[in-house]
């Protein structure tokens, strides 16, 4: 093959764009043709030729197309391929090629348009000014967790007869919904239960259910949200005939000797209480410290401005698309229908991907200009925690990592917090306290 440097031209379109234009000489195209058809007549069968001994002639009016389309194929391959190498250019997406096919006698062109990965210059990362929270668990916060655990074990009692509805009861009703007069049975329900005051309905309605009793009857007319996902009701006013068959009340059980019994692993109150503080104060840190690396990344951001390709901002969509996804299926919702929700989310998440983005690129380069490395025994150890936090086999999660290419995600996270904890130690850091309010009144 000729001289890589003296058969391509090399533009940057922008700074994650180039461009490869490439002439090859026809002795090279020639050589290459040549090679094809040999192979290919190897194997052809024409009636009247023995196998191997068919004229070249013969060969390309049967083969042309394909033997031209391999030969293409092979010189763009190689002249690319060692370009990307020989040059350094580091391509992240398979190349947009532009060529007019094999002329006989005359060179063959091409262009191969591709992203590559920016060549990122961190800087004025060292020295900066970042405020970080105080973890603290003030008794609000225990108040709060106590009261979450008073819900969970709230029970359901019958409200006193002949007492009306109040915000916070569960009421049990028959309804039936019509529009101009029409009876409509996807508006109708039988036994229905209905938290007063959780807005889970169409606006108004609740609302209108205060004050009624048990055996009572109403009109309840409301008026469907404009956009609502069932386009003949959107905007439409309805009535609802309405018949309440029960009213219940959630009693709260108090926080005592006798509510630790609903715990197998706490003897007494004042251990439940210490436990709930530690694991506040473990959220609590975790929280802070999801919060103080944004704070970096945000000052990177800042101070670092470059572009990144579009693939990579494209991937990390898909990667948002998917948590959004799998959280929506993990809460109840059909695969179809949270695969459909996901999708329209994709251009809400464009700007916050290529903030991650180039986050990543920034402590990646970050990392390159200080040395800082994730060694084996790290990433060994982050397995093993892994592993035992999915009560799994070593052995066998860790093979699972190596089939599906997840060990070098492992050791870039491991570098990722390094690389945060020597921007914290290099930084001017002011510790500050976030004092919290108390929990609503309500939910005590």
């Known amino acids: 093959m000729s001289d890589i440097s003296a058969a391509v031209k090399i533009e ?15 002795v090279d195209v020639k050589s290459e043709l040549d090679a094809v058809y040999r192979k290919v007549g190897k194997k052809a069968k024409i009636k009247g030729f023995r196998p191997g001994k068919i004229p070249r002639e013969i060969l390309e009016r049967h083969y042309r197309e394909d033997a031209e389309g ?27 090629i532009e060529q007019q096919g094999i002329k006989a006698g005359k060179d063959f062109t091409f262009s191969a348009t591709v992203e590559v990965e920016p060549v990122v210059e961190p800087k004025e990362y060292l020295g900066l000014e970042l405020e970080k929270e105080e973890p603290v668990v003030t008794d609000e916060d225990l108040e709060v967790r106590m009261a979450e655990f ?7 009692e019958e409200a006193e007869e002949d007492r009306g509805i109040r915000m916070g009861d569960f009421v049990t009703l028959d309804f039936t919904g019509a529009l101009a007069g ?29 004050g009624l ?3 009572e009857a109403k009109t309840v ?26 009213i219940r009340v959630k009693k709260l059980p108090e926080i005592d000797d006798q509510f630790i019994k609903n715990f197998e692993r706490y003897e007494s109150l004042d251990a439940l209480k210490a436990d709930v503080q530690k694991s506040l104060e473990e959220e609590k840190k975790r929280k802070i410290a999801l919060a103080f690396e944004k704070q970096i990344s945000d000052k990177l951001l800042e101070k670092n401005v470059f572009d990144v390709p579009d693939s990579f901002v494209e991937r990390q969509i898909y990667y948002m698309m998917s948590d959004t996804k799998r959280r929506m299926v993990s809460g109840g919702m059909e695969p179809k229908k949270a695969a ?35 060694g084996e025994d790290e990433v060994e150890k982050q397995i093993r925690e892994i592993a035992a936090q999915q009560a799994q086999d070593y052995e066998t999660l860790r093979k ?4 599906d290419d997840l060990i070098d995600n492992i050791r870039s996270e491991i570098l990722n917090r390094k690389t945060y904890a020597f921007l914290e130690a290099k930084a001017k850091v002011t510790t500050v306290r976030t004092e919290k309010k108390g929990i609503p009144e309500g939910e005590k």
């Open 12 to 26: 940057d379109i922008s700074a994650v764009k180039k461009k490869l234009s490439f002439d090859i000489p026809w």
């Open 70 to 96: 391999e030969a293409i194929s092979n010189l763009m391959n190689r002249h690319y391929l060692e370009t990307l190498q020989q040059k350094e250019i580091p391509a992240v997406t398979q190349p947009e």
């Open 150 to 156: 008073r819900q969970m074990f709230a029970t359901m």
């Open 182 to 210: 029409e009876p409509l049975k996807e508006l109708k329900s039988e036994n229905y239960l209905l938290e007063i005051g959780s807005k889970t309905f169409v606006p108004g309605f609740e609302e209108q259910l205060v």
């Open 213 to 215: 009793k048990q055996g």
């Open 221 to 246: 007319p409301v008026k469907f949200p404009d956009h609502y996902n069932a386009a003949h009701l959107a905007g439409k006013d309805v009535e609802f005939k309405v018949h309440i068959k029960g």
């Open 340 to 374: 459909e929700f996901s999708m329209k989310l994709h251009d809400q998440f464009r700007e916050e991907a290529a903030k991650i983005v180039k986050t990543v690129l920034l402590l990646k380069g970050i990392a390159g200009k200080e040395t800082l490395r994730a």
């Open 400 to 403: 699972s990592l190596e089939k």
